[in-house]
């Protein structure tokens, strides 16, 4: 995702208590979107984002959180 489109994630996580159904076929793109946008509010950290993808099987690792 943009940091545009991470931004707008955020948004509707912000607007929604952190809730939110988002959809992609492999569910990266997703997680990718979350991750950014939790990171971005500062309601997680790079590393526990990271780590709480990998535990739900994304390697985020080469995403700039």
């Known amino acids: 995702p943009t ?3 991470a931004a707008q994630v955020g948004d509707l996580l912000a ?3 952190g809730k939110a159904l988002m959809y ?3 569910g990266m ?4 979107a979350w991750a950014m946008a939790a ?3 500062g309601a997680i950290s790079a590393d ?3 780590a709480l ?3 739900a ?3 985020l690792a080469g995403l700039p959180l």
Request: charged share 30%; with cysteine; proline share 4%.
């Open 29 to 32: 793109r997703s997680t990718a």
């Open 24 to 26: 992609c076929r492999s």
């Open 15 to 17: 607007r929604n208590s």
């Open 57 to 59: 099987g994304y390697d």
């Open 3 to 5: 940091p545009d489109q």
């Open 39 to 41: 990171t971005a509010s």
């Open 53 to 55: 993808a990998a535990s």
């Open 48 to 50: 526990d984002a990271r």
